[in-house]
C-alpha cells in the first residue's frame, strides 16, 4: 500500500523543452501609445509575442497604471494579450 501511494502524483515541470527565461515581448499596444484617448469606451490592449500568465495570486490591478488615473482598472489577460479598462466603461 505504501509503495502505491509513493507513485502517485509526482509535482514537477512538465517535459518538452528548456524552460523559458526570456520575458515576453510587446509587439502592439491598441490604441498607439501615446495616443490622446478622452473618452476609452473599448479596452486597452497590449499584445505579447508569447504566451503570458497571470502573476501569481493574482493582482494584475495592481500592476498596470493608466495616466491620467481616474478610476479603477478591470484588467483581464488572455493567453497573449493583457486587456485594461476603467471598471464602469
Known sequence: ?????????V???PP?????????????????SGAVVPDLDDA???QFDEVIS???GGGLERLVRLSP???E???DWKRT???IKPKNG
Open 1 to 9: 500500500m505504501l509503495a502505491a501511494l509513493a507513485a502517485c502524483a
Open 11 to 13: 509535482i514537477e515541470q
Open 16 to 32: 518538452g523543452g528548456p524552460p523559458d527565461f526570456e520575458a515576453p515581448v510587446i509587439v502592439s499596444i491598441t490604441p498607439d
Open 44 to 46: 486597452l490592449k497590449i
Open 54 to 56: 497571470e502573476t501569481s
Open 69 to 71: 488615473r481616474t478610476e
Open 73 to 75: 482598472l478591470s484588467v
Open 81 to 83: 494579450a493583457i486587456h
